[in-house]
């Protein structure tokens, strides 16, 4: 079957410009985590949803990083007034329950460059 | 605080075997996951260990001593397409959902 899809593949913006980022997870996965990950480095935990709640968004890094999952499956990560440190690919994962234990499944990712 | 250490890279031969260490000092702990990543791709799950010991798949094993705060990755009969990020990440205990990555262990394969 499909996995989790990821649009743009990348994308290139201006600092200080309006982002948007869709994640499509696999089908009747409940579980849905948004990550980024800096050249080098692992993914870093920005927020997890359940269904169509935020259920864990301490990882976003303030408050114009913000995502939603209105229906449960498609969601979208939106960044607001970029800065040149956003840079980085951002990776959707799915699974199937969500928890702490369940095997995540990821996506291909959107490399955001903001010059 | 969270941390987890890993060696930065490695390099062995084709057809033998390699073992990437990693430490962990978190909050709690729920399991310990392997993910591999090729460059430009998205992680692939490997393996998870939440018990000590060591789970055998393949020609792929991961050790777990929750004691000691410690895993290994353990592949054996190494091929070219293993040459890849070996990425260690553990769920904390911590009332949340995050899972804390390292920052993975580049390992490249010669013939």
């Known amino acids: 079957g499909a996995g989790v899809s990821q649009t743009p593949s990348n994308k290139v913006t201006e600092k200080g410009k309006y982002v948007e980022l869709r994640c499509d997870p696999i089908s009747g996965h409940t579980a849905l985590y948004w990550y980024r990950q800096s050249l080098g480095q692992g993914p870093e935990f920005l927020i997890y949803f359940q269904g169509t709640g935020a259920a864990d968004d301490s990882g976003l890094p303030n408050d114009r990083f913000f995502a939603v999952r209105p229906e449960g499956s498609v969601s979208t990560l939106k960044i607001q007034r970029t800065e040149r440190g956003d840079s980085a690919v951002y990776l959707c994962a799915s699974s199937l329950n969500g928890g702490n234990t369940d095997t995540q499944y990821f996506g291909p990712g959107t490399r955001l460059t903001v010059l | 605080g969270q941390n987890i250490d890993q060696p930065t890279e490695m390099t062995a031969t084709e057809g033998a075997i390699v073992q990437i260490n990693c430490t962990y000092q978190t909050s709690g702990f729920n399991g310990l996951f392997w993910y591999q990543q090729h460059a430009g791709e998205a992680p692939t799950f490997l393996s998870y260990?939440?018990?000590?010991g060591l789970e055998e798949k393949g020609r792929f094993s991961s050790f777990l001593s929750r004691s000691k705060g410690y895993s290994y990755l353990l592949l054996k009969e190494l091929q070219m397409k293993d040459s890849a990020s070996y990425l260690c990440?553990?769920?904390?205990?911590?009332?949340?959902?995050?899972?804390?990555f390292g920052a993975g262990t580049r390992l490249f394969v010669k013939a």
């Open positions: 260990n939440v018990l000590d």
């Open positions: 990440a553990v769920s904390p205990n911590t009332g949340g959902f995050k899972t804390i």
